[in-house]
């Protein structure tokens, strides 16, 4: 049976930025520290993590959402997930990144939420706060 991971991070930056923080190979790569491959087209294929996970876009809305369908190598054949990222202007100037990621086997799902928070929101969180600082100090 299939569950359902969701999160929510408050991010010190516009929705633009977030976007193309998720959807611009080597903007991904940086806060990865992975080698990603990410089409920016619907039907388009992306390969995060060096290969480890693979898919295709579902769906864009340019600075509002992102929708893909997900698998890692290691999940038996024909097994997909769905990834969703929205993106909302919230006050301030920042951006609320609500992720649900859909499909997720459940012998699975403790590694892939505690990984989407290693992998995927802190260092996000923690890239975008570096980014202000180098803004603030040039």
Same mark, same amino acid.
């Given at each position: 049976m299939s569950q359902v991971?969701?999160?929510?991070?408050?991010?010190?930056?516009?929705? /633009? %930025? !977030? @976007?193309?923080?998720?959807?611009?190979?080597?903007?991904?790569? #940086? @806060?990865?520290?992975?080698?990603?491959? *990410?089409?920016?087209? %619907?039907?388009?294929? @992306? /390969?995060?993590?060096?290969?480890?996970?693979?898919? %295709?876009? %579902?769906?864009? !809305?340019?600075?509002?959402?992102?929708? &893909?369908?997900?698998?890692?190598?290691?999940?038996?054949?024909?097994?997909?997930?769905?990834?969703?990222?929205?993106? #909302?202007?919230?006050?301030?100037?920042?951006?609320?990144?609500? @992720?649900? =990621?859909?499909?997720?086997?459940?012998?699975? !799902?403790? $590694? *892939?939420?505690?990984?989407?928070?290693? =992998?995927? $929101? &802190?260092?996000?969180?923690?890239?975008?706060?570096?980014?202000?600082? #180098?803004?603030?100090? #040039?």
């Open positions: 991971i969701k999160q929510n991070v408050t991010l010190d930056a516009r929705p /633009s %930025v !977030i @976007f193309e923080a998720l959807m611009d190979s080597k903007k991904h790569s #940086a @806060f990865t520290g992975a080698p990603e491959k *990410i089409s920016r087209k %619907v039907g388009g294929e @992306f /390969s995060h993590h060096g290969g480890h996970i693979g898919g %295709v876009n %579902v769906d864009i !809305i340019e600075n509002k959402l992102i929708v &893909q369908a997900w698998r890692p190598k290691g999940w038996a054949k024909g097994t997909w997930s769905l990834a969703t990222f929205s993106l #909302a202007l919230v006050k301030g100037g920042k951006t609320k990144l609500s @992720f649900t =990621h859909q499909g997720v086997p459940a012998a699975q !799902i403790k $590694s *892939i939420t505690s990984g989407w928070k290693a =992998h995927y $929101s &802190q260092p996000l969180k923690a890239a975008v706060l570096k980014r202000k600082k #180098a803004r603030v100090c #040039a």
